[in-house]
Protein backbone atom coordinates (compact mmCIF):
# COMPACT_ATOMS: atom_id res chain seq x y z
CA UNK A 1 0.00 0.00 0.00
CA UNK A 2 1.60 3.14 -0.50
CA UNK A 3 2.29 5.38 1.97
CA UNK A 4 0.96 9.47 1.85
CA UNK A 5 1.81 12.12 3.98
CA UNK A 6 -1.23 14.47 4.08
CA UNK A 7 -0.61 18.06 4.25
CA UNK A 8 -3.43 19.41 6.11
CA UNK A 9 -2.79 23.22 6.48
CA UNK A 10 -4.80 26.36 4.88
CA UNK A 11 -4.88 26.57 0.80
CA UNK A 12 -2.68 29.42 1.46
CA UNK A 13 0.28 27.57 2.49
CA UNK A 14 0.10 25.29 -0.10
CA UNK A 15 1.93 27.17 -2.50
CA UNK A 16 5.01 27.82 -0.26
CA UNK A 17 4.85 24.17 1.67
CA UNK A 18 4.53 21.59 -1.05
CA UNK A 19 7.51 22.21 -3.32
CA UNK A 20 9.86 22.42 0.02
CA UNK A 21 8.35 19.43 1.44
CA UNK A 22 8.63 17.70 -1.88
CA UNK A 23 12.17 18.66 -2.43
CA UNK A 24 13.32 17.28 1.26
CA UNK A 25 10.94 14.41 0.50
CA UNK A 26 13.04 13.79 -2.81
CA UNK A 27 16.41 15.11 -1.31
CA UNK A 28 15.95 12.55 1.86
CA UNK A 29 15.12 9.73 -1.05
CA UNK A 30 11.86 8.78 0.70
CA UNK A 31 9.51 6.73 -0.72
CA UNK A 32 5.87 8.43 0.06
CA UNK A 33 4.17 10.27 -1.85
CA UNK A 34 2.81 14.10 -0.56
CA UNK A 35 -1.26 14.75 -1.05
CA UNK A 36 -3.17 17.09 -0.16
CA UNK A 37 -6.70 14.86 -1.29
CA UNK A 38 -5.77 11.27 -0.27
CA UNK A 39 -7.09 8.65 -2.29
CA UNK A 40 -8.54 7.00 0.62
CA UNK A 41 -7.96 7.78 4.66
CA UNK A 42 -6.46 4.40 4.92
CA UNK A 43 -3.66 5.31 2.34
CA UNK A 44 -2.46 8.36 5.04
CA UNK A 45 0.39 7.38 7.28
CA UNK A 46 1.90 10.92 8.24
CA UNK A 47 -0.40 14.21 8.67
CA UNK A 48 1.38 17.81 8.71
CA UNK A 49 -1.24 20.04 10.88
CA UNK A 50 -2.08 23.41 10.92
CA UNK A 51 -5.49 24.29 12.71
CA UNK A 52 -6.64 26.10 9.66
CA UNK A 53 -6.41 23.16 7.68
CA UNK A 54 -9.26 20.49 7.13
CA UNK A 55 -8.73 17.90 8.62
CA UNK A 56 -9.48 18.20 12.73
CA UNK A 57 -11.14 14.66 13.01
CA UNK A 58 -8.55 12.32 12.76
CA UNK A 59 -10.92 9.11 13.68
CA UNK A 60 -10.61 7.54 10.13
CA UNK A 61 -7.49 7.38 9.06
CA UNK A 62 -6.58 3.73 10.54
CA UNK A 63 -3.48 3.64 9.43
CA UNK A 64 -1.90 7.15 10.97
CA UNK A 65 1.38 7.02 12.39
CA UNK A 66 1.75 10.96 13.85
CA UNK A 67 0.64 14.17 13.42
CA UNK A 68 3.34 16.51 13.01
CA UNK A 69 2.16 20.18 14.05
CA UNK A 70 3.71 23.06 11.43
CA UNK A 71 3.42 25.08 15.19
CA UNK A 72 5.46 25.11 18.03
CA UNK A 73 2.05 25.68 20.10
CA UNK A 74 -0.23 22.71 19.96
CA UNK A 75 -2.99 23.82 22.51
CA UNK A 76 -5.61 23.74 19.50
CA UNK A 77 -5.11 19.83 18.78
CA UNK A 78 -3.56 18.54 22.12
CA UNK A 79 -7.10 18.24 23.46
CA UNK A 80 -8.81 17.08 20.41
CA UNK A 81 -10.47 13.41 21.81
CA UNK A 82 -9.81 11.98 18.03
CA UNK A 83 -6.19 12.32 18.10
CA UNK A 84 -4.97 8.24 19.11
CA UNK A 85 -0.95 8.88 17.87
CA UNK A 86 1.81 11.01 18.63
CA UNK A 87 1.79 14.49 18.21
CA UNK A 88 4.86 15.85 17.42
CA UNK A 89 5.20 19.32 17.86
CA UNK A 90 7.58 22.23 15.26
CA UNK A 91 11.26 22.66 16.85
CA UNK A 92 12.50 24.68 13.82
CA UNK A 93 16.18 26.39 13.52
CA UNK A 94 14.65 28.91 11.21
CA UNK A 95 11.78 29.87 13.77
CA UNK A 96 14.35 29.62 16.66
CA UNK A 97 16.48 32.10 14.99
CA UNK A 98 13.61 34.83 14.17
CA UNK A 99 12.33 34.40 17.60
CA UNK A 100 16.10 35.34 19.11
CA UNK A 101 16.11 38.53 16.90
CA UNK A 102 12.51 39.71 17.96
CA UNK A 103 12.79 38.93 21.87
CA UNK A 104 16.59 40.51 21.77
CA UNK A 105 14.47 43.48 19.64
CA UNK A 106 12.08 43.57 22.02
CA UNK A 107 13.94 43.79 25.36
CA UNK A 108 16.28 46.33 24.16
CA UNK A 109 13.89 48.45 23.19
CA UNK A 110 12.82 48.64 26.14
CA UNK A 111 16.52 48.35 28.00
CA UNK A 112 17.74 51.62 25.71
CA UNK A 113 14.68 53.16 26.26
CA UNK A 114 14.09 53.92 22.67
CA UNK A 115 9.92 55.25 21.92
CA UNK A 116 11.14 58.62 24.57
CA UNK A 117 13.66 59.92 21.83
CA UNK A 118 12.57 58.34 18.79
CA UNK A 119 9.24 59.89 19.54
CA UNK A 120 10.77 63.32 20.57
CA UNK A 121 9.89 66.51 19.29
CA UNK A 122 9.34 68.34 22.25
CA UNK A 123 12.44 70.87 22.05
CA UNK A 124 13.85 69.17 25.29
CA UNK A 125 17.57 67.01 25.37
CA UNK A 126 16.66 64.47 27.21
CA UNK A 127 20.33 64.14 28.34
CA UNK A 128 18.78 62.46 31.80
CA UNK A 129 17.63 59.63 29.76
CA UNK A 130 20.99 57.67 29.13
CA UNK A 131 20.33 54.02 29.26
CA UNK A 132 22.18 51.91 31.73
CA UNK A 133 24.45 49.02 30.77
CA UNK A 134 22.83 45.61 30.14
CA UNK A 135 24.52 44.11 32.92
CA UNK A 136 22.65 46.24 35.81
CA UNK A 137 19.31 45.37 33.87
CA UNK A 138 17.33 42.37 35.30
CA UNK A 139 15.59 40.50 32.31
CA UNK A 140 13.14 37.20 33.14
CA UNK A 141 12.40 34.36 30.82
CA UNK A 142 9.43 32.64 31.74
CA UNK A 143 10.00 29.64 29.45
CA UNK A 144 13.13 27.92 29.06
CA UNK A 145 12.42 25.69 25.80
CA UNK A 146 13.82 25.58 22.09
CA UNK A 147 12.81 29.21 22.08
CA UNK A 148 13.15 30.81 25.79
CA UNK A 149 16.98 29.27 26.23
CA UNK A 150 18.14 30.50 22.71
CA UNK A 151 16.77 33.90 23.59
CA UNK A 152 18.40 33.68 26.62
CA UNK A 153 21.81 33.23 25.02
CA UNK A 154 21.48 36.19 23.18
CA UNK A 155 20.67 38.05 26.24
CA UNK A 156 23.49 36.43 27.46
CA UNK A 157 25.78 37.73 24.67
CA UNK A 158 25.53 41.38 25.86
CA UNK A 159 25.94 41.22 29.70
CA UNK A 160 21.89 41.22 30.70
CA UNK A 161 21.30 39.94 34.24
CA UNK A 162 19.18 36.68 33.63
CA UNK A 163 16.60 35.05 35.86
CA UNK A 164 14.64 32.11 34.61
CA UNK A 165 11.16 30.08 35.34
CA UNK A 166 10.41 26.99 33.71
CA UNK A 167 8.29 23.81 35.29
CA UNK A 168 10.95 21.69 36.32
CA UNK A 169 13.90 22.78 37.80
CA UNK A 170 16.91 23.71 35.38
CA UNK A 171 20.43 24.56 35.77
CA UNK A 172 21.49 27.11 32.92
CA UNK A 173 25.36 28.85 32.73
CA UNK A 174 25.02 32.17 34.22
CA UNK A 175 21.11 32.22 34.67
CA UNK A 176 19.31 32.68 37.92
CA UNK A 177 16.74 29.89 37.83
CA UNK A 178 13.15 29.26 39.54
CA UNK A 179 9.79 26.68 39.15
CA UNK A 180 6.73 26.76 40.72
CA UNK A 181 4.44 29.62 42.39
CA UNK A 182 7.00 31.09 44.66
CA UNK A 183 9.66 31.08 42.06
CA UNK A 184 7.12 33.45 39.52
CA UNK A 185 6.72 35.67 41.97
CA UNK A 186 10.59 36.27 42.55
CA UNK A 187 11.54 36.58 39.13
CA UNK A 188 8.68 39.09 38.66
CA UNK A 189 9.57 40.90 41.45
CA UNK A 190 13.40 41.14 40.47
CA UNK A 191 12.81 41.43 36.37
CA UNK A 192 12.95 44.46 35.15
CA UNK A 193 11.49 43.06 31.70
CA UNK A 194 9.78 39.94 31.45
CA UNK A 195 9.42 38.07 27.95
CA UNK A 196 6.48 34.87 28.31
CA UNK A 197 7.52 31.72 26.24
CA UNK A 198 6.02 29.14 28.06
CA UNK A 199 3.52 26.81 26.23
CA UNK A 200 -0.33 27.70 26.69
CA UNK A 201 -1.68 25.01 28.72
CA UNK A 202 -4.13 24.82 31.74
CA UNK A 203 -1.52 25.45 34.12
CA UNK A 204 -0.24 28.32 32.11
CA UNK A 205 -3.78 29.85 31.13
CA UNK A 206 -3.97 33.33 33.26
CA UNK A 207 -0.79 33.12 34.41
CA UNK A 208 -0.35 36.73 34.82
CA UNK A 209 -3.59 37.72 36.46
CA UNK A 210 -4.46 40.22 39.52
CA UNK A 211 -2.39 38.03 41.76
CA UNK A 212 0.77 37.56 40.32
CA UNK A 213 0.89 41.18 38.94
CA UNK A 214 0.78 42.36 42.17
CA UNK A 215 4.04 41.03 42.77
CA UNK A 216 5.56 42.97 39.46
CA UNK A 217 8.13 45.26 40.11
CA UNK A 218 6.52 48.94 40.01
CA UNK A 219 7.21 49.64 36.18
CA UNK A 220 8.16 46.17 34.63
CA UNK A 221 7.82 45.75 31.41
CA UNK A 222 6.01 42.69 29.22
CA UNK A 223 6.89 41.06 26.36
CA UNK A 224 4.34 38.36 25.71
CA UNK A 225 5.24 35.94 22.45
CA UNK A 226 3.73 32.95 24.18
CA UNK A 227 0.00 33.16 23.84
CA UNK A 228 -2.35 35.50 24.69
CA UNK A 229 -4.43 33.66 27.22
CA UNK A 230 -1.00 33.70 29.08
CA UNK A 231 -2.66 36.86 30.59
CA UNK A 232 -5.53 38.02 31.87
CA UNK A 233 -6.43 41.11 29.91
CA UNK A 234 -8.70 43.10 32.24
CA UNK A 235 -5.78 42.16 35.05
CA UNK A 236 -2.95 43.45 32.49
CA UNK A 237 -5.43 46.54 31.82
CA UNK A 238 -5.29 47.94 35.95
CA UNK A 239 -1.95 46.89 36.07
CA UNK A 240 -1.13 49.22 33.38
CA UNK A 241 -3.05 51.96 34.72
CA UNK A 242 -2.00 52.12 38.23
CA UNK A 243 1.56 51.72 36.77
CA UNK A 244 2.57 48.32 37.95
CA UNK A 245 3.45 47.55 34.75
CA UNK A 246 4.75 50.31 32.07
CA UNK A 247 4.12 48.74 29.02
CA UNK A 248 3.63 45.68 27.16
CA UNK A 249 4.62 44.54 24.04
CA UNK A 250 2.15 41.97 23.12
CA UNK A 251 2.15 39.41 19.89
CA UNK A 252 -0.48 37.13 20.88
CA UNK A 253 -3.67 37.53 21.68
CA UNK A 254 -7.08 35.77 23.17
CA UNK A 255 -8.55 36.38 19.93
CA UNK A 256 -6.84 37.23 16.56
CA UNK A 257 -6.64 39.13 15.12
CA UNK A 258 -6.98 41.48 17.36
CA UNK A 259 -10.69 43.06 17.20
CA UNK A 260 -10.93 46.69 16.54
CA UNK A 261 -13.30 47.67 19.16
CA UNK A 262 -10.37 45.55 21.55
CA UNK A 263 -9.47 48.33 24.51
CA UNK A 264 -5.68 46.94 24.08
CA UNK A 265 -6.05 49.37 20.47
CA UNK A 266 -6.89 52.81 22.37
CA UNK A 267 -3.93 52.03 24.87
CA UNK A 268 -0.80 53.94 24.45
CA UNK A 269 1.33 51.20 26.89
CA UNK A 270 0.54 48.82 24.76
CA UNK A 271 2.42 47.46 21.52
CA UNK A 272 0.42 45.06 19.41
CA UNK A 273 2.16 42.86 16.66
CA UNK A 274 0.04 40.61 14.37
CA UNK A 275 1.55 37.21 16.20
CA UNK A 276 4.31 37.41 13.77
CA UNK A 277 7.26 36.89 16.24
CA UNK A 278 8.86 34.45 14.83
CA UNK A 279 6.69 32.19 11.51
CA UNK A 280 7.55 28.20 11.19
CA UNK A 281 10.12 28.51 7.84
CA UNK A 282 9.68 26.46 5.05
CA UNK A 283 13.12 26.08 3.88
CA UNK A 284 14.45 24.74 7.47
CA UNK A 285 11.38 23.27 8.78
CA UNK A 286 10.62 21.20 6.36
CA UNK A 287 13.87 19.08 6.68
CA UNK A 288 13.12 18.30 10.27
CA UNK A 289 9.62 17.67 9.12
CA UNK A 290 10.95 15.36 7.11
CA UNK A 291 14.12 14.04 8.64
CA UNK A 292 11.61 13.03 11.26
CA UNK A 293 8.46 10.79 9.57
CA UNK A 294 12.35 9.12 7.73
CA UNK A 295 13.06 8.55 11.34
CA UNK A 296 10.05 6.27 11.81
CA UNK A 297 9.40 4.84 8.74
CA UNK A 298 13.17 3.22 9.42
CA UNK A 299 11.67 1.99 12.93
CA UNK A 300 13.15 4.76 14.81
CA UNK A 301 11.32 7.44 16.99
CA UNK A 302 9.87 10.30 16.48
CA UNK A 303 11.49 13.96 17.88
CA UNK A 304 9.81 16.30 19.89
CA UNK A 305 6.70 14.08 20.38
CA UNK A 306 4.37 15.97 22.83
CA UNK A 307 3.13 14.74 26.34
CA UNK A 308 -0.71 15.38 25.99
CA UNK A 309 -1.24 14.77 29.68
CA UNK A 310 1.59 17.93 30.49
CA UNK A 311 -0.44 19.67 27.24
CA UNK A 312 2.82 20.72 25.65
P1 LIG B 1 9.08 24.18 24.73
O1 LIG B 1 10.42 23.87 24.16
O2 LIG B 1 8.08 23.11 24.90
O3 LIG B 1 9.37 24.88 26.15
C1 LIG B 1 8.34 25.23 27.01
C2 LIG B 1 8.93 25.78 28.29
O4 LIG B 1 7.84 26.26 29.10
C3 LIG B 1 9.67 24.72 29.10
O5 LIG B 1 10.80 25.28 29.71
C4 LIG B 1 8.64 24.32 30.16
O6 LIG B 1 9.17 23.85 31.37
C5 LIG B 1 7.96 25.66 30.39
N1 LIG B 1 6.64 25.44 31.00
C6 LIG B 1 5.60 24.73 30.53
N2 LIG B 1 4.60 24.71 31.42
C7 LIG B 1 5.03 25.42 32.49
C8 LIG B 1 4.48 25.73 33.74
N3 LIG B 1 3.25 25.30 34.10
N4 LIG B 1 5.21 26.47 34.61
C9 LIG B 1 6.44 26.89 34.27
N5 LIG B 1 7.05 26.63 33.09
C10 LIG B 1 6.33 25.90 32.21
O7 LIG B 1 8.36 25.33 23.89
P2 LIG B 1 9.03 26.35 22.86
O8 LIG B 1 9.30 25.66 21.58
O9 LIG B 1 10.12 27.08 23.53
O10 LIG B 1 7.78 27.33 22.58
C11 LIG B 1 7.14 28.03 23.62
C12 LIG B 1 5.86 28.65 23.12
O11 LIG B 1 6.15 29.77 22.29
C13 LIG B 1 5.01 27.78 22.22
O12 LIG B 1 4.23 26.86 22.96
C14 LIG B 1 4.14 28.79 21.52
O13 LIG B 1 2.96 29.01 22.25
C15 LIG B 1 4.99 30.04 21.51
N6 LIG B 1 5.41 30.44 20.15
C16 LIG B 1 5.07 31.66 19.69
C17 LIG B 1 5.50 32.08 18.44
C18 LIG B 1 5.15 33.45 17.94
O14 LIG B 1 5.42 33.76 16.79
N7 LIG B 1 4.59 34.31 18.75
C19 LIG B 1 6.29 31.25 17.66
C20 LIG B 1 6.63 30.01 18.17
C21 LIG B 1 6.19 29.61 19.42
P3 LIG B 1 10.06 22.51 31.43
O15 LIG B 1 11.38 22.88 30.79
O16 LIG B 1 10.19 22.23 32.87
O17 LIG B 1 9.32 21.47 30.65
C1 LIG C 1 3.49 30.13 16.45
O1 LIG C 1 2.93 30.86 17.20
C2 LIG C 1 3.76 28.75 16.75
O2 LIG C 1 3.32 28.27 17.79
O3 LIG C 1 4.44 28.10 15.93
Known amino acids: ?48 HAP ?82 ARHRVVGMLGLGSLGQACLRSLASLNFQLLGWSRTPKSLPCIRTYCGEAGLRKVLAEADIVVLLVPLTPATTNLFNRKSLAFAKPGLSIINSGRGALIDDD ?26 EHPFWANERISIWPHIASETRVETAARILVRNIARHMNGGTLENVVNIQRGY
Open 1 to 48: MPRNILFSAHQKRHRTWLPGLGKELSRQNIEAELVVEPPDKDSVHYII
Open 235 to 260: ALLDALDCGRISHATLDVFRIEPLPP
Open 52 to 133: DGPVSDFSGFRNLQAVLSLWAGVEEIVGNPTLKVPLVRMVDPGMVEGMVEWVTAQVLRYHIGMDAHIRNRSGQWLKHLSPPL
